[in-house]
């Protein structure tokens, strides 16, 4: 997920100047960003209806006058705030940016945390290394497997590298709080597909009833081509998508190049989220990482200034004669007037007479030692006193437990506060019992119900989309209303013990607690072969073995004749001479 093309975009999510960002001021997002940065867009029905009722493959000027307010506010104020989260998942935090007050000689290390790509990584991990599983279930309709509606969406989830793209979703959900998805035809095609568009290249607008619905999305995006800069705009309607050409500024001055109509009936561009705030998954815990870089910088500032700390001589060298003319901070010479034996900038005294260049000892401060002697002094009274020369560097005390105290402080409220697992805890060493692991990762189970709960929600309406389109594309192959009945699971990519696995599998076979297909379905992890196709190998195996069988028993048949003999026609043997 790259995070703009846009350089005007770009610069007003850090400020355009280098080394201008407060952080840590109580003011979210740097004081920068507006009450509207994360507002979800709502309009009445009627309004919407009303202004492009006269749009056809033509868009309304009402109607686009509409859309231009939108994408200017959304440009403007929800844009900045979007393109720092992924910054920051991109690893470019505030800290780099950070406004930390030092001089131009003092050590300025910046670093950051990496916290918010390791929180998404990890829970669009645990959520989706597993892909999803699609069954099917109708309440009203026992002989209604839906095998043609799954067997459709298997073939589209194989093409559209689903898992993939389910993953990509996700991640983005945690990084901005939404993700967005494109169900498209390609042209000539009634062929459905589906692609991930980056939530800072769109939004959707919905209706204000109490179950709001989309009433159109705007995909709008910059082209950079030989250094000049303009932008294409996508606005998706439930019958119609219109395109537009922008030159600098995307929010007006609109030209329509092309439409487009469809028959998917809704709007095809589909808004994820992973909580009903839209809020990423780290959010919340931007101020604990900012601090967290902070105290990483600085301690870094504090081993650096060590290295290079300042020493201070408090007496006089042992040296020869050397001595280097003295100047001041600017580098402009002083010298001593010749009247009152003070320093002073004048090249010759009020008399007229060429004043002596001020010189002060030479010191080689690149010398490996030093020799220091011992010197004698008069005091206020004239008395004269003796010392000792010293020297010492002058250097900060650095309480290194505290700091660490501190840091593990922060790093604890961080890992808290969005439910990730701390790969570090010795828990989740190999010698862990599953049952210390589950503790473990109570928390963050009870966030992930939420977050599938809100993700699916999405999916089931990419389902209804997809659905209309393969019965519009042939008709009667799926009904409009099967995706209702699509049941969708999420498997966590748990720490798990094969072995273990596959003992209770087994287990639980040999007491009849577990059918031989939900056992293949749960062993297709650990063999990596998809259930489907080990029921296609068991049954070949069965066929095989029964055929082996009743040869076997033939075999077995006509030995016993050949020893026993054929019997005569009276039906006695004629080996034993007995009546059969």
């Known amino acids: 997920m790259a995070e703009t093309n846009d350089r005007n975009a770009h610069g007003r999510s850090i400020r355009p100047m280098w080394n201008s960002i407060t952080m840590l001021n109580g003011r979210r997002y740097g004081g920068r960003y507006s009450f509207e940065a994360n507002q ?6 009627s309004r919407w209806e009303a202004a492009c009722k006269d749009s056809g493959e033509i868009a ?14 959304h440009y403007n104020y929800q844009l900045p705030r979007i393109l720092e989260l992924e910054r ?4 470019d935090e505030n800290i780099h940016y950070w406004n930390s007050g030092k001089g131009p000689n003092q050590s300025d290390e910046k670093i950051n945390s990496g916290y918010p790509q390791y929180i998404t990584d990890i829970h669009t991990g645990y959520e989706l290394a597993n892909p999803l599983t699609y069954g099917y279930d109708n309440p009203e309709n026992d002989k209604d497997d839906g095998q043609n509606f799954l067997d459709q969406l298997k073939v589209f989830n194989r093409v559209n590298n689903e898992p993939y793209h389910e993953m990509t979703l996700f991640k983005n959900a945690c990084n901005t709080g939404r993700a967005y998805e494109l169900i498209y ?8 597909e589906m692609a991930a568009v980056d939530p800072n290249q769109a939004f959707v607008v919905w209706s204000t009833d109490v179950k709001p619905v989309e009433l159109f999305a705007v995909r709008y995006f910059a082209v950079n081509v030989q250094n000049v800069t303009t932008y294409q705009i996508e606005v998706y309607t439930e019958d119609h998508v219109y395109y537009f050409d922008a030159k600098g500024d995307p929010s007006y001055d609109w030209t329509q190049t092309y439409s487009s109509s469809h028959l998917f009936g809704h709007v095809q561009l589909l808004e994820y989220r992973i909580n009903e705030e839209r809020v990423g998954i780290w959010e919340g815990q931007i101020d604990n990482i900012d601090a967290y870089d902070i105290a990483k910088s600085e301690m870094a500032n504090s081993q650096e200034d060590f290295s290079n700390a300042k020493l201070v001589v408090s007496g006089v060298f042992q040296r020869g004669n050397h001595k280097d003319p003295m100047t001041d901070s600017n580098g402009d010479y002083l010298f001593v007037d010749n009247v009152t034996g003070k320093i002073t ?26 020799f220091l002697k011992p010197y004698v002094f008069k005091d206020a009274n004239g008395n004269k006193q003796f010392n000792q020369t010293t020297a010492e560097y002058l250097t900060k005390e650095t309480n290194a437990a505290d700091w660490k105290t501190y840091i593990d402080e922060i790093k604890q409220r961080i890992i808290q506060g969005t439910n990730t697992p701390d790969m570090s805890d010795e828990s989740f060493s190999g010698n862990s019992s599953g049952e210390e692991l589950s503790y473990k990762l ?15 929600s999405s999916i089931m309406r990419r389902l209804r989309l997809l659905a209309i389109q393969w019965g519009n594309a042939k008709a009667g192959s799926v009904n409009a209303e099967d995706y209702r009945n699509v049941t969708v699971s999420f498997t966590p990519n748990m720490p798990k013990d094969d072995a273990k696995q596959v003992d209770l599998i087994t287990k639980a076979l040999a007491a009849g607690a577990m059918s031989v297909k939900t056992a293949h379905d749960r062993m297709a992890d650990i063999t990596g072969v998809p259930s489907g196709t080990e029921d296609e190998r068991q049954n070949t195996e069965d066929e095989k073995n029964v055929g082996n069988t009743h040869g076997t028993l033939q075999q077995a048949l006509s030995d016993a004749k050949k020893n026993l003999g054929d019997g005569d026609p009276d039906g006695h043997n004629s080996a034993t001479g007995m009546a059969e």
């Not at 920051?88 to 690893?91: C, K, L, P």
């Not at 035809?185 to 459905?192: F, L, Q, T």
């Open 88 to 91: 920051y998942y991109a690893g």
């Open 442 to 456: 109570w928390g963050a189970d009870q966030h992930q119900a939420q977050l599938q709960n809100a993700f699916k």
């Open 40 to 45: 979800t867009y709502a309009i009445p029905r």
């Open 60 to 73: 309304s000027d009402k109607m686009v006058e509409l859309i231009q307010w939108y994408v200017n506010d």
């Open 185 to 192: 035809c390609p042209k000539d095609s009634n062929v459905p």
């Open 345 to 370: 900038y004048d090249f010759k005294d009020h008399n007229g007479k060429q004043n002596k260049q001020a010189m002060k000892p030479a010191v080689n401060t690149m010398a490996n030692m030093m």
